[in-house]
C-alpha cells in the first residue's frame, strides 16, 4: 500500500473488502466489487464509509475509490481523501478516471511483461525452470566456482523418465501430466535453496547441486533424491510405478 498526504495512520489501519456480507460496504470495497469508480461526497451525511467517525476526526469530509481493471479484474483501488465535503465534482472526476486508467494500463504492460519473462523462461507445466534457464544458471554458477577455486564442487544430474511414451499412450495426457508435475514437487522438496532444479525436456530434468564438498556427499543426496522418486504416484487403488535413470557430472574448479 503507498499512500502520501495527511492521515496517514488512518489510512494505513484501512483494510478494503469486497464482500457484499460486510455490514457496511466501504467506498473502496464497492469499487473494487463493482469495477467502478465510488464517490462519497459527504462523509458524515451518507455512512459509506464503515468508520466515519474515524475519518471525521482526520479532517476527511469526502472520498472517492478508483479501482484499477486489468483485463476486467480489479487488481486494486486508488482511494483519494478530501477536506472540503463535494470537493470531487464532475470534472475532477474525469482528471481522476483518466489518472485510474493510465495507472490500469501501466499495469496491465507490466503484467503482460511478466508472462512474457515467464514463459520464456520456465516450464508452463511443472513451473520450473525451461532448458533456455536451466543453461544460463549452468554457465552461471560454473563461471562463478572458476572465479573462487575451493574444495566445493558442482554437480549435474539429469533425470528421466523412463519410457515415458508407454505411460502416455496407455494413461493419458492427463496422468502423464499429473506424474511428471508430482515428479518435479518431489525433486524440488529435496533439493536446498541453493540448488537449481529445471525441466529441461518433455520427460527429463536437471539438477544443479551446488557447495558439494565430496563425493560421498554426491551419493547421499542422490540416493535421498531417487527414493523419494522410487514411491508409488497416483491413487492408492492403482498406483503408477515409473523407473527412472539418471546420469550425473562434477565440476571442480
Same mark, same amino acid.
Given at each position: 500500500?503507498a499512500?502520501?498526504?495527511?492521515?496517514?495512520?488512518?489510512?494505513q489501519a484501512?483494510?478494503?473488502?469486497?464482500?457484499?456480507?460486510?455490514?457496511?460496504?466501504?467506498?473502496t470495497?464497492?469499487?473494487?466489487?463493482?469495477?467502478?469508480?465510488?464517490?462519497?461526497?459527504?462523509?458524515?451525511a451518507?455512512?459509506m464509509l464503515?468508520?466515519p467517525g474515524?475519518?471525521?476526526?482526520?479532517?476527511?469530509?469526502?472520498?472517492?475509490? =478508483?479501482p484499477?481493471?486489468?483485463? %476486467?479484474e480489479? *487488481?486494486?483501488?486508488i !482511494?483519494? @481523501?478530501? /477536506?472540503?465535503?463535494?470537493?470531487f #465534482?464532475?470534472?475532477?472526476m474525469?482528471?481522476?478516471?483518466e489518472?485510474?486508467?493510465?495507472?490500469?494500463?501501466g =499495469?496491465g504492460?507490466?503484467e503482460? %511483461?511478466n508472462? *512474457?519473462?515467464?514463459? !520464456?523462461? @520456465?516450464? /508452463?507445466?511443472?513451473g520450473?525452470? #525451461?532448458?533456455?534457464?536451466?543453461?544460463?544458471?549452468?554457465?552461471?554458477?560454473?563461471a562463478?566456482?572458476?572465479?573462487?577455486p575451493?574444495s566445493?564442487?558442482?554437480?549435474? *544430474?539429469?533425470?528421466?523418465?523412463?519410457?515415458?511414451?508407454?505411460?502416455?499412450?496407455?494413461?493419458?495426457?492427463?496422468?502423464?501430466?499429473?506424474l511428471l508435475?508430482e515428479?518435479?514437487?518431489r525433486?524440488r522438496?529435496?533439493?536446498?535453496s541453493?540448488?537449481t532444479l529445471?525441466?529441461?525436456?518433455?520427460?527429463?530434468?536437471?539438477l544443479?547441486?551446488?557447495?558439494?564438498?565430496?563425493?560421498?556427499h554426491?551419493?547421499?543426496?542422490?540416493?535421498?533424491l531417487?527414493?523419494?522418486?522410487?514411491?508409488p504416484?497416483?491413487d492408492?487403488?492403482?498406483p503408477?510405478?515409473?523407473?527412472?535413470?539418471?546420469?550425473v557430472?562434477v565440476f571442480?574448479?
Amino acid at each position: 500500500m503507498a499512500r502520501a498526504g495527511g492521515g496517514q495512520a488512518y489510512v494505513q489501519a484501512l483494510r478494503v473488502s469486497a464482500g457484499e456480507t460486510e455490514p457496511v460496504e466501504s467506498v473502496t470495497g464497492r469499487a473494487v466489487r463493482t469495477r467502478q469508480p465510488v464517490v462519497s461526497n459527504d462523509i458524515a451525511a451518507d455512512g459509506m464509509l464503515i468508520s466515519p467517525g474515524t475519518a471525521l476526526a482526520q479532517g476527511f469530509r469526502a472520498m472517492v475509490g =478508483l479501482p484499477l481493471v486489468v483485463d %476486467e479484474e480489479a *487488481v486494486g483501488v486508488i !482511494a483519494l @481523501y478530501a /477536506a472540503e465535503a463535494g470537493f470531487f #465534482n464532475e470534472e475532477e472526476m474525469h482528471l481522476l478516471e483518466e489518472l485510474a486508467g493510465d495507472v490500469s494500463f501501466g =499495469l496491465g504492460y507490466i503484467e503482460r %511483461e511478466n508472462k *512474457v519473462h515467464h514463459l !520464456a523462461y @520456465y516450464d /508452463a507445466l511443472t513451473g520450473l525452470p #525451461n532448458r533456455k534457464l536451466y543453461q544460463e544458471r549452468l554457465v552461471a554458477l560454473t563461471a562463478g566456482q572458476r572465479e573462487r577455486p575451493d574444495s566445493r564442487m558442482i554437480a549435474v *544430474v539429469i533425470v528421466d523418465v523412463r519410457a515415458f511414451h508407454v505411460i502416455n499412450d496407455n494413461l493419458g495426457r492427463h496422468s502423464a501430466d499429473a506424474l511428471l508435475k508430482e515428479v518435479a514437487q518431489r525433486l524440488r522438496k529435496n533439493l536446498r535453496s541453493s540448488d537449481t532444479l529445471g525441466r529441461i525436456g518433455g520427460d527429463q530434468f536437471g539438477l544443479i547441486l551446488t557447495d558439494v564438498t565430496s563425493e560421498s556427499h554426491i551419493g547421499a543426496l542422490l540416493e535421498k533424491l531417487f527414493g523419494s522418486l522410487a514411491e508409488p504416484y497416483g491413487d492408492e487403488d492403482n498406483p503408477i510405478r515409473p523407473a527412472f535413470k539418471g546420469g550425473v557430472t562434477v565440476f571442480r574448479a
